[in-house]
Structure formats: structure tokens, C-alpha cells
């Protein structure tokens, strides 16, 4: 049998989301928070995940947990989806409005899940290069929305993986103008303080993604959507009845409870993000793009994969981006501790030096 005639074209010409696996003991390369759960809350923690009824179906839909993080959003519980993780929200937007011919919009570079879900549900893909201070071109968007009105549009804010949030007018242009749903992913939100949360009731076709990855709870795959309601009521049936497992519900449930701890986490880690951005400016050869989520963007004038592979046999793994055009020697290295952040930056230097 032939097992590739049975799949889909747009899924046999593409490559699946590349994870690096090397075990570095230094890992800076997946955005996540580099800090675990205060000790003095760990074992509240493991007693909250102990108490779920593991031979049980966790509460389908999760209404309880949503109508808490409405609240928090500040939008009504009919407003909120939760997912496992940002990816199945992305996936049950992209399924929902899978019509042929249907097009998803992005522009690049950008969270690669956009791109990889849109084609993977048959939708079209129409990739809207960024401008050459990775900000959104706005002209070139129009003249897409124009010609083929896409279905829906993804806008990371801030982006990844470059980190910074696009112009605000810009984005309010796109959303007034495209007769599709816009998503405005806020998965950094954490970091860069920003939001249009106030500007639902504005824009109709206004959706937005957060996620607790960033936040501390990235094995635990939770993530929101908010929007009208009527758009909820109709990914509601997209979404399976029980997407969002017993264990993620109570930590998310956990989160909210001692959500102050957390957040000063991640004001930690916005010092110490002004740190290594600052060392990294001073390296000859190092470009570090202004950022407003936990990690950097950077460009070098040497041999990124050179660097990149050298990082790693030393035992620190970041990401590599290079390719050639826009992305030429281009890397992303998370903020981590201050011990991490220190220890990539001496190796850098060393490596640069030889």
C-alpha cells in the first residue's frame, strides 16, 4: 500500500514543526519562563493536582475555569474558549472556517503553528512579507485583503519570532478593513503589557489568543481565546467536548489563585531581559532587535549556523533562524536567569573572539 497517496498534498509538501532535541544544559531556545513554581507553593501545587479524580472525565468545556478568567479578561463567559494550549485554538479557528477556497493570511516571518495548521485544514495560505523594520506592510496587506478577502488573519503581538509588537494603527487598519476574523495573539502578553482587550466591542472580527506557557506553565498546555459571541458559540462545536485535561484545569485554577507570584515573575524577567539586551549590545557584531516579549531577537555579522552549532557543543541552545534573504544570520535566544543569561553571553564573546 501506498501510504502517501492516501494523505493530503499539503500536508506531504511540507515538514513538520522542528523541535531541537540536543541536551543542552543551558536551554534558551523555546521562549519558556526559566523560572519553576516558588518552593513555598510547590507543594500546594502538588496537593491541588493530587485531589483530581484521575478514573474521571475532567469537567467538559471547562465553564467554571472560563467564567473565572472571563472575569479577569473582562468579557462575558460566552466570550471565552479554552484550549489546550494556543496551538488547538489556533487549529479549531482554522478548521471552523475551512470552506474551499478559503485563506488564511499571515505575515513572515511569524509563529510557524499559522502556517502549518492553515495548510494542514485546507485553507490557503497568503504569506505578506514584513517590512524591513519587521513591522507589518501595510500597503501589501491591503492590496491582499483586496484581491482575495481572507477568512482569517493571524498577528502575533508582540511577534515571533522577531518580538516586537506591531504599529497599532497598523493592526486597527487590517481589522477594519479585512471582512474576515483577525486574531491578535497576545501569547507575550506578559511581557509586553499590551493588549486589545478594550477594543473588542469595537471590531466585531476581533479575536484574541493568551496562553500561561509563558507564564510558567508551559507543560500544562492552556490557552484562551476571547471574541464575540457569536463566533465562541459556533468554535464551541468545533472544539472536542473534553480538550482541556483534569490536571491543566487545576493548574490553571491554581494560577489564578496566587497569580500575583507570577506576575511578579515575569517582572523579573523583564529586568533581566534589559540586561542582556544590554550586554548584547556591546558585543562587536551582535545586533539585538528592541523587543517587547522574553526573548531577543538578534542579528550577527558572522556565520549564525557556525555560531549556533558552537553555542550547543558548549552546552547553550538558542535558535537559529538563518536563511537567506530578510532572515540572513539572524538567532532568538530566551531570557533566561541571570545565571543563564551570563553564561550565554561570556560564551558568545569567546566564540567571537576565535
Known sequence: MDIRSLIKEEVLAQKAYGVEHAACPVKLDANENPLAIPGPLRKRFVSRLASVSLNRYPEAGSPALTARFAKVFGVGGDQVVLGNGSDELIQILCTAVARPGAEVMIPIPTFAMYRITAQNTGCRVAAVPLDGEFDLDLAAMRERIAAHPPALTFLAWPNNPTGNCF?????????????????????????????????????????????????????????????????????????????????????????????????????????????????????????????????????????????????????????????????????????????????????????LSK
Open 167 to 351: 504599529r497599532r494603527d497598523r493592526i486597527e487598519a487590517v481589522l477594519r478593513e479585512s471582512p474576515g476574523i483577525v486574531v491578535v495573539d497576545e501569547a507575550y502578553f506578559h511581557f509586553s503589557g499590551q493588549t486589545f482587550l478594550p477594543l473588542l466591542g469595537r471590531y466585531e472580527n476581533l479575536v484574541i489568543l493568551r496562553t500561561l506557557s509563558k507564564a510558567g506553565f508551559a507543560a500544562m498546555r492552556i490557552g484562551f481565546l476571547i471574541g464575540p459571541p457569536a463566533l465562541v458559540h459556533e468554535l464551541d462545536k468545533v472544539r472536542l467536548p473534553y480538550n482541556l485535561n483534569a490536571l491543566s484545569q487545576a493548574a490553571a485554577g491554581f494560577y489564578l489563585d496566587h497569580e500575583e507570584t507570577f506576575l511578579k515573575q515575569a517582572e523579573k524577567i523583564r529586568r533581566w531581559r534589559g540586561e542582556l539586551f544590554a550586554a548584547m549590545k556591546k558585543i562587536p557584531g551582535i545586533h539585538p532587535r528592541p523587543t517587547d516579549a522574553n526573548f531577543i531577537f538578534f542579528g550577527c555579522d558572522f556565520d549564525a549556523d557556525r555560531v549556533y552549532s558552537r553555542l550547543m557543543e558548549r552546552g547553550i541552545l538558542i535558535k537559529n533562524f538563518n536563511a537567506p534573504g530578510a532572515m540572513q544570520n539572524f538567532m532568538r535566544v530566551t531570557v533566561g536567569t541571570r545565571e543563564e543569561n551570563s553564561r550565554f553571553i561570556g560564551e558568545l564573546q569567546d566564540i
